[in-house]
């Protein structure tokens, strides 16, 4: 432990960490410093592909004209069902950004978070919202009155969506990684979040406070290495509590379960803001860890 402890103190700067960690006591001696590592979101980054991946085809498929120029029986029912589909490519987005969501959701990853879903279904409706106003505007000129002067959609714009969707979503991406830093010290382990400068906040566990630790590493993380370490404090299981439901409340929470199901992980995954997120060496550092919470455990007089 010692050995460990040691070589963990030397490669981390005292003054740098006093300063991050306000809260710090003056009597405390930090012992490892680190953060989520790039690859630990990596199916967050997946994400952002599959984003621009969905606009791209859309974008591709809607500006094709398919058999132009070609006669018959076969290339006319072709470009049929390409007129048909530059009819319904919008709602047919909708569908399609609605199962990658739910699907998403349901695969219960790191990216299987509620902003991460809404922001996927709202990207889905976008061009549905912005069709349904053109409609609008074509019924309020033929009433004769003033529309709302929204430019009308254009089965081009859905790269630019793409694109613009994408770059949001790997800046939100990129901001939540670097908002979390962690902290071991002789007497605690701090969770600090700093999101640029709107937010700040700081959560310490008391080594003597924790029952236990734990590791999660994914197939990936085992290969490049890295992983989650989390803490398991009293009281934090809840008891199961079943509540029999009948009639329209059983309907509403049957649909609710289908939309909200997710696939059950033996290990539930928690967020960078409740762990040690996506760290490097996860072992050692869970170690390093077990031994401080051992030695913090007061001893038995014999």
């Known amino acids: 432990m010692d050995k460990l402890s040691n070589n963990s103190v030397d490669l981390t700067d005292e003054d740098l960490i006093r300063e991050k960690f306000s809260t710090l006591e003056i009597d405390e001696t930090p ?57 319904i490519d919008v709602f047919a987005f909708v569908i399609v950004m609605l199962i990658i969501a739910r699907i998403n959701h349901f695969l219960n990853f790191s990216s299987s978070n509620l902003r991460t879903t809404f922001f996927l279904i709202f ?94 590493i994914s197939f990936l993380g085992k290969i490049i290495g890295y992983g989650n370490v989390l803490m398991i404090t009293e009281g934090e299981s809840q008891p199961k509590v079943n509540i029999e439901k009948v009639g329209l409340k059983k309907s509403y929470n049957i649909i609710k379960s289908i939309i909200s199901y997710k696939r059950v992980h033996k290990n539930p995954i928690l967020p960078p803001s409740e762990c040690l997120f996506g760290i490097r060496r996860p072992m050692v550092v869970y170690k390093l860890a077990n031994d401080l919470i051992d030695e913090s455990e007061p001893k038995m007089e014999i």
């Open 31 to 87: 012992i490892w410093h680190g953060s989520p590592t790039f690859f630990s979101y990596t199916p967050r980054y997946f994400i952002a592909a599959i984003i621009f991946i969905v606009h791209f085809i859309f974008y591709r498929v809607a500006v094709t004209v398919y058999a132009e120029g070609k006669e018959g029986f076969f290339y006319t029912f072709f470009r049929i069902i390409d007129q048909l589909f530059d009819f």
């Open 123 to 216: 990207i889905g409706l976008i061009p549905a919202i912005w069709y349904i106003i053109n409609v609008i505007d074509w019924v309020l000129l033929l009433l004769g009155r003033d529309n709302l002067n929204v430019p009308e959609w254009f089965d081009s714009w859905f790269l630019g969506l793409g694109v613009a969707n994408t770059i949001i979503f790997c800046i939100y991406t990129a901001i939540s990684q670097v908002s979390y830093s962690y902290l071991i010290t002789d007497k605690n382990i701090y969770i600090r979040r700093k999101i640029l400068f709107f937010y700040n906040s700081i959560k310490v566990y008391s080594l003597d406070e924790l029952i236990n630790i734990k590791t999660q």
